[in-house]
């Protein structure tokens, strides 16, 4: 478990790609969490910390009917085609055999920590 950076250096919202133990990591703040993943997306191994996040919609939402699920942890989309991976799973919604591998972290102290080898 690494100590990667203080929760203060990030802002809401806002991926920032750092190199932790040796691996490009992008690190989001959501509110009081932060999720880390992979900084390269699945589909052609472009970089995500770039990508826009935002929630996500409540299950069963359709068009006209939309409501903000923020409970769940957010989506980051790529900026290169827009796929949208959630922060939590890394998980592509819309293809769940699309991936990006994802990492545990923790807050302490002030502190966001990584596990790259989990
Ligand atoms: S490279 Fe990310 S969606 Fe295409």
Request: net charge positive; proline share 5%; glycine share 10%.
């Amino acid at each position: 478990v690494i100590d990667a950076i203080s929760i203060e250096a990030l802002d809401s919202g806002v991926p920032r790609r750092l190199k932790v133990g040796g691996r490009e990591v992008v690190l989001t703040r959501w509110g009081g969490r932060v999720f880390a993943m992979k900084g390269v997306c699945p589909h052609q191994a472009r970089a995500l910390e770039d990508g826009t996040v935002r929630s996500r919609l409540s299950a069963g939402a359709c068009f006209g009917d939309m409501e903000l699920d923020l409970e769940a942890a957010p989506v980051i989309s790529c900026p290169w085609h827009n796929w949208h991976f959630d922060l939590a799973t890394g998980k592509c919604p819309a293809d769940p055999k699309m991936r990006v591998k994802t990492y545990v972290t923790a807050i302490r102290n002030g502190r966001v920590w990584v596990d790259i080898n989990a």
